[in-house]
């Protein structure tokens, strides 16, 4: 197995578990930082035949990856191939000059920016450490530093959030003017101590979520955002190249505790167990994972479900053993399917229903 092109670091440390957060992360913990950016870096070592000669991507992943040490991710970041673009997702409160600096002196092109909300009383719900002063502040010292890649992120359905709040929010952040904006739905997971302080209002608000995702759609592209992916939007040129990777069925390689790798028809999961990973890889060995053989059938169906995700075409040939063809007629009808010049993709209507119209068309 060789050649893949995309490679994704787990950085899994937090200063406090939000909430909703079903992510693996590791709070606090200082100490450790050190000592998990050598473990990622001989798992890097274990997994180096997999890679190929020039990454397309990196990107650095949480957690919080500008919470870790200087010295560490300094280092970490020194140390990974070079790539032609490089991510990494900050937490504004995380950010200043000195990291900004850090960040540009050893090759970061892109800064994923968690915002999330820009009103002080969601920010409260989602147990959030930054204010929006802070968000501002970030981005003002990222630009300062001569970024010219920043992309935020936002979130919708927080309990208690109004029309007239999201709206509030998606013009803070176009007066930011970033490259980029991702807007997610709030998913609290089951199980989660938010779903218990807040799950009335979660099934309350849940009725809202669609005329909220097209305010979400209605806004930015009025400002002239590309809507490429169903929750993502950017300028010309400007798209997450990375998770591009991910909706267009390309190999990755993931490093680091709960990281996940789709390699040859391989997909693997490591194990969330800090101390389980750092003692396998510090000893030359795979760290303990979950494995799961991709067939062609699976790898056909993801290929359209994450595709169908897209603004652009899939080709039809390579997509046609998964489709339903009565479904297609059917939803080419209803106006929410089209094919065109040979390709398939959901007409705008279509995105809006996104997962159920993908559903439908499966066979």
Not at 158 to 166: F, K
Not at 187 to 199: I, L
Not at 267 to 273: A, I, K, P, Q, T
Request: hydrophobic share 40%; net charge negative; glycine share 8%.
């Amino acid at each position: 197995m060789s050649g893949v092109r995309h490679l994704y670091v787990h950085l899994p440390v937090c200063a406090h578990r939000c909430g909703y957060c079903d992510f693996v992360t590791v709070v606090g913990r200082a100490v450790q930082h050190s000592a998990y950016v050598d473990a990622v870096l001989h798992e890097l070592e274990l997994e180096r035949h997999v890679l190929g000669p020039q990454l397309e991507t990196l990107f650095l992943g949480g957690g919080t990856p500008t919470f870790t040490e200087p010295e560490p991710l300094a280092r970490l970041l020194a140390a990974l191939p070079p790539a032609e673009e490089i991510t990494v997702e900050a937490n504004p409160e995380t950010v200043t000059p000195e990291l900004a600096a850090l960040l540009r002196e050893h090759g970061a092109t892109r800064i994923s920016l968690g915002a999330e909300s820009f009103q002080a009383h969601l920010l409260s719900v989602l147990e959030r450490r930054a204010g929006p002063d802070d968000v501002r502040r970030a981005v003002c010292l990222l630009r300062g530093a001569s970024f010219a890649n920043i992309s935020l992120d936002l979130v919708y359905g927080i309990p208690g959030q109004s029309a007239a709040d999201l709206d509030r929010d998606l013009a803070e952040a176009l007066a930011l003017e970033p490259e980029h904006l991702s807007c997610y739905e709030l998913e609290a997971k089951p199980g989660t101590r938010f779903t218990y302080a807040h799950g009335e209002e979660l099934r309350r608000q849940a009725d809202a979520m669609e005329s909220y995702f097209e305010r979400v759609v209605e806004t930015l592209t009025a400002a002239g955002y590309r809507w490429y992916e169903t929750a993502n939007f950017c300028r010309e040129g400007r798209e997450a190249r990375h998770n591009l990777a991910y909706w267009q069925g390309r190999d990755y390689l993931g490093l680091g505790i709960g990281a996940v790798s789709t390699v040859g028809g391989l997909r693997w999961r490591n194990g969330s167990r800090l101390a389980a990973y750092m003692e396998a890889v510090t000893s030359a060995r795979t760290p303990p994972r979950e494995l799961e053989p991709l067939d062609d059938a699976v790898k056909l169906r993801e290929r359209l479900m994450l595709g169908l995700r897209l603004d652009e075409s899939l080709a039809l040939e390579e997509v046609e053993p998964a489709l339903d063809a009565e479904a297609l007629a059917r939803l080419e009808r209803l106006g929410l399917a089209e094919l065109r010049s040979g390709g398939l993709r959901l007409t705008r209507r279509g995105r809006f229903l996104g997962g159920a119209v993908t559903a439908e068309l499966l066979a």
